[in-house]
């Protein structure tokens, strides 16, 4: 089975950088993805890391340490649409198993 | 852009009865998955499905369920005997490839289940 642990909640200030953390207990691991969901809409997908390092898409990025079976998703200039849930997400052969998500709130 | 649709967006209905959800995946795509999310909690996997065969489901995912691909657009879930813990979002998510070679996930707007 797969186990991911991110934090609840999470909130900045338009502008700001933040960074939301993943740890993950798995079994037949592939690499991390992320998600966004507003409002309990249609998660969209963010940023995928197979291999160790940093993956940079325009304001987002995201890194993945196997060795530590960690991961983060860094968000930078920080905009109030960026208020949402994000999610980890294991991937595995056939499924990817969801953490439990964070609640961002970007203020003004 | 292609998408992936799900009808209806919300289905209310009795205790015990039976429903099924429909999905249509983006139309190259050859995975596809049914996930749910009770409100204010985690998305979680159901069902993937590849080939007119399941390839792989979790424990929520029992004898209560079924998928089917009637037809070479729509993609179903089953829910037989409807408890009042079903209530949730259900996602259904197309992808083009397996995940170890194409990473992203496509999910529809979902469909909201009331069971009263």
């Known amino acids: 089975g797969q186990s991911l642990e991110q934090p609840s909640e999470v909130t900045a200030v338009e502008g700001a950088i933040v960074q939301i953390n993943c740890t993950y207990q798995t079994s037949g691991f592939y690499g991390l993805s992320w998600y966004q969901q507003h409002d309990g809409g249609a998660p969209t997908f963010l940023s995928y890391?197979?291999?160790?390092g940093l993956e940079e898409t325009g304001r987002f990025s995201s890194f993945l340490s196997r060795s530590d079976s960690y991961g983060y998703l860094l968000l930078q200039e920080l905009q109030m649409k960026d208020s949402a849930s994000y999610f980890c997400?294991?991937?595995?052969?056939?499924?990817?198993?969801f953490g439990s998500g964070t609640q961002l709130t970007v203020l003004p | 852009e292609p998408e992936v649709t799900q009808t209806p967006s919300h289905q209310v209905t009795q205790m015990g009865q039976e429903v099924i959800l429909r999905c249509v995946p983006i139309?190259?795509?050859?995975?596809f998955y049914w996930y749910r999310q009770i409100l204010g909690q985690k998305v979680e996997f159901l069902v993937s499905?590849?080939?007119?065969?399941?390839?792989?489901k979790s424990e929520i995912f029992d004898d209560q369920f079924s998928v089917e691909r009637p037809d070479g657009s729509n993609f179903t879930l089953k829910i037989r005997s409807t408890k009042l813990e079903d209530s949730a979002m259900y996602f259904c998510?197309?992808?083009?490839?397996?995940?170890?070679?194409?990473?992203?996930?496509?999910f529809g707007p979902g469909t909201r289940l009331t069971v009263l």
């Open positions: 890391n197979g291999l160790d």
């Open positions: 499905f590849y080939n007119n065969e399941i390839s792989e």
């Open positions: 998510a197309s992808q083009a490839r397996e995940l170890a070679v194409t990473h992203e996930q496509f």
């Open positions: 997400a294991a991937s595995s052969a056939r499924q990817l198993t």
């Open positions: 139309s190259n795509h050859l995975y």
